[in-house]
């Protein structure tokens, strides 16, 4: 018996030691080469979250500031397009009256041809969380016409026929 407990003590001590050695070869660690989202997106996207709709809309229009880069923030912007809250936004100076919905379609098309990859499939209504009601569809519009420079006006199946013949 006491042998017993013995093994188990030395069994514990020893798996104790295991743990908290902290040498862990390299091949066996895991390390993107880059973080999903850059540091500057991630913060920026993080306040899209906001409760304060100015701050949400700020954020659209930061993210719109950063260009391609802020690629992979189209699904978080393409949720917003459904958000018509109205607010009175500060840039340069100069004060406007627009929507957090309409501040993500202007960010969307100067994201540019990259954003339209996670359209597809919320304009196909195949996409799980997202769903386009009439508010929303004003706001694709409003992207979609900026992007392509093409107007089919608020016919939202011309559109998704135009997004399907490109090769995104």
């Known amino acids: 018996m006491k042998r017993i407990i013995l093994f188990a003590i030395i ?10 050695c902290d040498d862990v070869p390299p091949e ?57 809250t109205p607010v009175f936004c500060r840039y340069n100076g100069d004060g406007t009256w627009t929507t957090t919905g309409k501040e993500a379609a202007k960010a969307l098309a100067k994201i540019g041809r990259p954003a339209l990859k996670c359209l597809l499939s919320v ?16 706001n694709i519009i409003l992207f979609l016409t900026e992007v392509s420079g093409e107007n089919f006006g608020n016919d939202i199946s011309k559109w998704l026929n135009w997004l399907k013949t490109r090769s995104i």
């Open 123 to 138: 304009l196909e209504n195949k996409h799980p969380y997202i769903s386009v009601k009439p508010d929303m569809e004003k």
């Open 11 to 20: 069994s514990v001590f020893i798996a104790g030691l295991y743990l908290l």
């Open 28 to 84: 066996t660690q895991i390390q993107p080469e880059y973080p999903y989202l850059p540091n500057d997106v991630k913060a920026l996207v993080d306040k899209t979250f906001s409760i304060n709709a100015t701050e949400r809309a700020e954020a659209a229009y930061r993210l719109g500031l950063l260009g391609e880069k802020a690629e992979k923030a189209s699904p978080f912007l393409i949720r917003m397009l459904d958000d018509n």
